[in-house]
Structure formats: structure tokens, C-alpha cells
């Protein structure tokens, strides 16, 4: 506990590191899917193939992907840049399913009729699917969020400084209350951003608010049918 009272300025400052490290894969993933996700969605021959290969990309072990892409690519491996890169990539593979399901649980005849009154493809994705496709894909927003902030811990073992020094030099040191802190600190984080998806949700979504209260007011009458 003296530990963690002693080095709380070091803790604050890696916790910044580790958010701006996490924040970023997340948004470019979010943005880098929502294409993916509708071509999936929208070309059924390709869904299958899509879905696939994105899903495989969360099965490379994330430090061996931090090793591959610089040698791929050219930059250095201890460059926050490859951890981005790294944590975007699995971020993409969570996301792209995400986003196919959440536009195929619109219902076709909301799509009929914004077509009907008028609206464009472009200007009904944006006006009608992708708000009611909305859930579907926070709820996979919300598990990126938490996957890429655990993740991002590993980027330590190629250099990259974040909340992940807590756990090598702890354990080199012997000092189980680093270990700890490090710990708390990326739950926390994972804990914060997961709220922040969460009221940003219920704030651009309010429909939802009012579905689930509809739902919950509904009288069960025993022995009727679900």
C-alpha cells in the first residue's frame, strides 16, 4: 500500500498513456468496420468470407501480430504506432460482425418504407438503419472497449510504456502492490469507458430507453402464451 501511495503521480501518468493508447484503436476501429460491416451485410455472397476472415484476425496472438506487422510494414516494433495498429486490427475483427448483425435485425419494412417516403440509400443508412441497428453494434462497441484495453497491457513486451509496467516491473521487483495497482487501474479504465458507451447510448438512442420500460411494464398473465 506504501507503494501505490508513493508512486501515485507514475500510476496517474500511465493510466493517460493507457487511455490514449486504447481510445484510439477503438475509435479507428469503429469507423474503419462501419464500411466492412455493411458490405457484409449488403452483399450476402461476400458476407460469409468477410465475417470469416475479419473473425480470424482475433485469433493471431497479439504479441506475435506485434512482431509481424513492423516487419511487414517498415515502422519500429516499439512505436506506440504498431500497438495501434495491432489493437485496430482486433478491434475490426469484433466490430465487423457487430455491424452486419445490427443492420440485418432491421426490420425490412421500416426499410421499405423510408424508402417509399423518399430516402436514398445513402440517407436512409444514416437516418434509419444505422440508428436502429444501433444496440446491436454498441453492444459490440462496448465488449471492443474492454478487449482493446486489457490488450493494450501487452504492448510492454515490445516497448511500448503503458499500464502493462506495472505488471514486468512488479514482478521483477517482487513488489505485489504495483502488480495490484496496475491491475485496478485497467479495470477501472475498462470500467469508465464501458459507462461513458453506456450513457452516450441511452442519450443518441432514447428509443431503447422507452422499448425496454414498455417491456418491463407489460403485465405476464400466467398460463398465456409467450
Known amino acids: 500500500m506504501n507503494w501505490v501511495v508513493d508512486n501515485l503521480g507514475l500510476i496517474l501518468e500511465l ?26 451485410w449488403r452483399f450476402r455472397l461476400v458476407r460469409g468470407p468477410i465475417i470469416v476472415l475479419t473473425g480470424l484476425l482475433y485469433t493471431i496472438p497479439s504479441l506475435a501480430l506485434l512482431i509481424l506487422l513492423p516487419s511487414v510494414a517498415g515502422y519500429s516494433a516499439r512505436s506506440e504506432a504498431n500497438l495501434v495498429i495491432a489493437l485496430t486490427i482486433y478491434a475490426i475483427a469484433i466490430l465487423v ?18 424508402t417509399a417516403t423518399g430516402f436514398a440509400s445513402f440517407r436512409r443508412f444514416w437516418a434509419v438503419e444505422f440508428p436502429l ?53 485497467v479495470v477501472v479504465i475498462a470500467l469508465l469507458i464501458d459507462l461513458i458507451l453506456l450513457l452516450l447510448g441511452r442519450a443518441l438512442m432514447p ?18 402464451p409467450a
Open 97 to 114: 460482425r457487430a455491424v452486419s448483425d445490427g443492420l440485418d435485425s432491421v426490420d425490412d419494412d421500416v426499410r421499405q418504407s423510408a
Open 133 to 185: 441497428a444501433g444496440p446491436v453494434i454498441l453492444a459490440g462497441l462496448r465488449v471492443t472497449a474492454v478487449s482493446t484495453i486489457s490488450l493494450a497491457t501487452v504492448g510492454i513486451l515490445i516497448g511500448v510504456t503503458n499500464l502493462g509496467y506495472l505488471f514486468t516491473n512488479g514482478l521483477d521487483r517482487r513488489i505485489i502492490a504495483e502488480v495490484f495497482a496496475g491491475v485496478i487501474a
Open 207 to 224: 428509443w431503447t430507453r422507452a422499448a425496454s420500460k414498455k417491456a418491463t411494464a407489460r403485465p405476464v398473465i400466467v398460463g398465456a
Open 15 to 40: 493510466t493517460l498513456v493507457h487511455l490514449r493508447q486504447s481510445i484510439i484503436p477503438i475509435i479507428l476501429g469503429f469507423v474503419l468496420s462501419l464500411p466492412l460491416g455493411w458490405v457484409a
